[in-house]
């Protein structure tokens, strides 16, 4: 069964920072990288950052050098370290195997981010 567990939004200032969490099925977190995406208001869902078993990543321009993205295998957990927030990350954050399957993709429910100005 599958299984995106999203926590650690919230609402911080510009400049602030946040740590997204995400627990996913074991069987998802084993064989897959893993992503964060997001999805602003009146948006396409856009792929933010990835990480792949062994550990490499690849981060969209728009949040290189802000944000790291890490997962812990013993937790089945993927997170994301967002620092010098922009208002223009306010959006709803998710996690996913990256790249997307293709057909019908499950999505959790997903974590608000808000960034003030």
């Known amino acids: 069964q599958v299984q995106l567990v999203e926590s650690g939004g919230g609402l911080v200032q510009a400049g602030g920072s946040l740590r997204l969490s995400c627990v996913a099925s074991e069987i998802i977190f084993r064989f897959f990288a893993m992503g964060w995406y997001r999805q602003a208001p009146g948006k396409q869902r856009e792929l933010v950052a990835a990480?792949?078993?062994?550990?490499?990543?690849k981060y969209a321009v728009f949040v290189k050098g802000r944000f790291t993205i890490s997962r812990d295998a013993s937790k089945n957990t993927v997170y994301l370290q967002m620092n010098s927030l922009k208002p223009e990350d306010t959006a709803v954050y998710y996690c996913n195997r990256d790249p997307l399957p293709t057909g019908n993709t499950y999505w959790g429910q997903g974590t608000q981010v808000t960034v003030s100005s």
């Open positions: 990480v792949t078993s062994g550990g490499s990543t």
